[in-house]
C-alpha cells in the first residue's frame, strides 16, 4: 500500500510566480490535510478537505492561498504570486475516519 | 495561553534510561489525541493514538488525563533510535489539528 505522496519534493519559484503543490492520499483515505512548517519552527494547519468540500480552512492565509481537492487526481495546494516568506517545507497528510493522519515526505519550496 | 503546550527540552538521555514527556492542551472538548515523531528535516510519523484508558505500545505507554487536560508519553529502555522530536496532536471532531512545539530527545551513547 503507497503511502502518502507528494510532489514535486523541491520547488523553487521566483517572488511573483505560482507555485502548486500536489498531494495523493494513501489508498482507501479520504480526508486531506495540508501544513506548513517554516525552519526551526512547529507545524502549522492550514486546510483540512474531503473529496470536493473543503471541511476547516481556519490555518490558510486568507489571500493567495487556496485548496482543493477534487473527485478525481490528487489535492493541490495553490499559492499564487509567492513572497519570500511563503518559503518553507509543506506536508500533507491523509486519513480515514479515525483521524490518524499519515504524512507524505513533503515539498520544499523555496522562493528566490 | 497556547492551546497545546509540551515540555520545552531538549532532553538528553543515556542509552536504557526512562524518558517521560507531558503535554497540555486548553479545550476541554477536545476529542482525539495522537503522538507523533519527527526526524531532521523528515515528515511527522505517527507514534500512537492515545486512548482514555491509556495504551502501551512496546517500550512506549501513552497517558491520558482528561480531567487535567494533559497527556504522557513515557519511553523505557531508550535507543539511539528513539532521537527525534515528540509532537503531540489534539484535536476536536477531526477539525481544528493542533501540533505542539515539540519536545527535542537525545539519546546518547
Known amino acids: 500500500n503507497a503511502g502518502v505522496m507528494q510532489n514535486p519534493r523541491h520547488l523553487v519559484r521566483r517572488r511573483g510566480q505560482e507555485a502548486r503543490l500536489r498531494c495523493s492520499p494513501m489508498k482507501g483515505h479520504s480526508h486531506v490535510y495540508w501544513y506548513r512548517q517554516l525552519p526551526e519552527e512547529g507545524l502549522k494547519f492550514m486546510v483540512y478537505l474531503q473529496k470536493e468540500n473543503i471541511i476547516d480552512e481556519s490555518g490558510m492565509p486568507k489571500e493567495r492561498f487556496s485548496a482543493e481537492f477534487p473527485k478525481e487526481g490528487p489535492s493541490i495546494l495553490r499559492i499564487q504570486q509567492v513572497v519570500r516568506g511563503d518559503s518553507a517545507a509543506y506536508f500533507c497528510a491523509s486519513s480515514t475516519v479515525s483521524y490518524e493522519q499519515y504524512f507524505g515526505p513533503g515539498t520544499r519550496l523555496t522562493v528566490t | 495561553r497556547k492551546e497545546v503546550e509540551q515540555d520545552p527540552g531538549p532532553f538528553n538521555v543515556p542509552e536504557g534510561a526512562t524518558v517521560a514527556f507531558n503535554c497540555t492542551y486548553s479545550?476541554?472538548?477536545?476529542?482525539?489525541f495522537f503522538w507523533y515523531r519527527q526526524d531532521c528535516r523528515k515528515e511527522p510519523k505517527l507514534l500512537m493514538s492515545v486512548y482514555s484508558s491509556g495504551n502501551e505500545d512496546g517500550r512506549f505507554t501513552a497517558q491520558l488525563n482528561r480531567a487535567s487536560q494533559y497527556i504522557s508519553l513515557l519511553i523505557r529502555d531508550s535507543k539511539l533510535s528513539d532521537s527525534a522530536t515528540y509532537l503531540c496532536?489534539?484535536?476536536?471532531?477531526?477539525?481544528?489539528?493542533?501540533f505542539g512545539p515539540g519536545t527535542r530527545l537525545s539519546v546518547l551513547p
Open positions: 479545550n476541554s472538548a477536545s476529542q482525539s
Open positions: 496532536v489534539v484535536t476536536l471532531y477531526g477539525q481544528n489539528f493542533v
